[in-house]
């Protein structure tokens, strides 16, 4: 109960703060990547493609980051404590997550393949994450969904956060079950969510399909922080994409967060089209946004 009164007091600070100071600018938005506004963030997967890319990058928005993963991700550095964990292992995920402000959530089966590693990672996993999340009473959880979750919406269509999932696999499958996970969570015990359905991201994009669902690293750390630090962030969803000059999904509906991208796959364009062969409009990766993933499997 005390820590629960602390943890209301410490919000209502937040919240004051930015009531006080406000984000009239972009530059006031980026300025408020400094502030560090939680002194422990756990991040998951943090052996990961992404988990290496945005290491550095979180120390900026905490006291201390705790890093975990089941691969070894290195030596804890200044500034960090490691905590191996197995998501599937549901003592190991509680004691990660103890004394922990807020979770990035990067960990688990990040592409399609066969069911038990994605049932293993992405479902009991984030049941586990949740369940610690809840117990240890950590108010804010930022949930890498993916793409995926709506991959077989057409390229020719744009969407919204109001679309109703069309997974393209297994994996997007497993995503989307990690999106009504974090809704029941937030409207039974009040944690807040990001679900980021992440695009591509990568240094570069690397074919015509990522022109449109790339999102800079630099980005994703932008809309990491606008998530963590908007005062109401409630259960939102978001499209995890740079500023492309075309691309399949609207964030309108996520304005509250205040995630203004920088980056735009615009300066890889003719590169892109130059290295890459013309689509074929009746090939269903071409025709659907989740590209390749919507041919893979089945997995026996
Ligand atoms: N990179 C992208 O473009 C992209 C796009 C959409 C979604 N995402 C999501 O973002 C997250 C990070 O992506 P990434 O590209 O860094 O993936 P990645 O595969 O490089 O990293 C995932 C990490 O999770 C760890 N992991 C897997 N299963 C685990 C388990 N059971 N317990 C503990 N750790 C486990 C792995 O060891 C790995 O280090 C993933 O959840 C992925 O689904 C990424």
Redesign the pocket.
């Known amino acids: 109960m005390l820590s629960d009164n602390i943890q209301l007091v410490k919000h209502n600070l937040q919240v004051l703060w930015f009531t006080v100071n406000g984000f009239t600018s972009t530059q006031q938005r980026r300025n408020a990547m400094t502030i560090k506004l939680h002194n422990r963030i756990l991040m998951?997967?943090a052996?990961?493609?992404?988990?290496k890319a945005m290491r550095e990058r979180l120390k900026a928005n905490c006291t201390v980051l705790r890093l975990s993963?089941?691969?070894d991700c290195g030596p804890a550095q200044a500034g960090e404590e490691v905590m191996l964990?197995?998501?599937?292992d549901a003592d190991g995920v509680h004691a990660m997550c103890a004394d922990v402000d807020a979770v990035v959530h990067?960990?688990?089966?990040?592409v399609e393949g066969k069911f038990d590693g994605i049932l293993?990672?992405n479902i009991i996993?984030v049941y586990n994450l949740y369940e610690a999340v809840r117990k240890q009473g950590i108010k804010r959880v930022l949930f890498?969904s993916?793409?995926h979750v709506t991959g077989f919406y057409k390229q020719s269509e744009t969407i919204n956060a109001s679309h109703p999932p069309r997974p393209d696999s297994l994996y997007g499958v497993s995503?989307a079950f990690g999106e009504d996970l974090s809704r029941f969570y937030h409207d039974r015990y009040g944690v807040e969510t990001a679900c980021l359905r992440?695009?591509?991201?990568?240094p570069e994009p690397r074919d015509r399909r990522m022109l449109a669902s790339w999102l800079s690293y630099d980005d994703l750390h932008r809309l990491v922080t606008a998530c963590l630090t908007t005062p109401v962030l409630g259960h939102s969803i978001i499209f995890g994409v740079s500023n492309n000059p075309f691309t399949w999904y609207d964030n309108a509906q996520a304005r509250h967060v205040g995630y203004v991208p920088q980056d735009s796959s615009e300066q890889f364009h003719a590169a892109i089209y130059a290295k890459t062969p013309e689509p074929d409009l009746t090939d269903p990766a071409v025709q659907f946004q989740g590209g390749g993933f919507v041919k893979m499997g089945p997995f026996e």
């Open positions: 998951t997967g052996a990961g493609g992404l988990g993963d089941k691969a964990a197995d998501l599937a990067f960990g688990g089966f990040s293993q990672g996993g890498a993916s793409n995503k992440i695009g591509s991201s990568f």
